[in-house]
């Protein structure tokens, strides 16, 4: 029988993994967008525009597959290259930010979206870098456990 304490000593567990960081910063980031996407639409936003001459939508499954992949692979490479690339984590932030409100640029703002829709994914960004940056800062401090264990069993 699991009690209140046991779940919560499996949950602080899981996440000091990277596993555990990952599906945490993952499901963190679906959700939080899946938020913003519905109030989008209650602002009356459409998430129509045009690509290629033809009418787009964005609709949910969009928004979780552009939400799940880029974080998905992002966090797995950030947490499988080796703890001795102190370079890792500082690279995949600055990364990060870039490619996070950089793609802002690219489609919210470039395309025909109503203001809402247009607002709403561009918040939906906005939340994939914080928790992606939250995620490798946890994942830092994860490799930094591991180096300090390592250097105190060496003494």
Known sequence: ???????????RRFSRTRGGVILATLGAAVVINLGVYLIGLALGGTYRFTSQGQPATVDILTLIGFTA???GVGMTIAALLPVAWRWVT???????VIAGLGSIVAMPLQTDLDAASA???????VAVTVVTCAGLMRLHAIRQ???????????
């Open 1 to 11: 029988m699991h009690t209140a304490s046991t779940t919560r000593k499996s949950a």
């Open 69 to 71: 992949v880029p974080v």
């Open 90 to 96: 500082p690279t995949a932030l600055v990364l990060t």
């Open 119 to 125: 607002l709403a994914l561009s918040l939906c960004h």
């Open 145 to 155: 456990s591991a180096t300090h264990r390592e250097v105190r069993m060496r003494a």
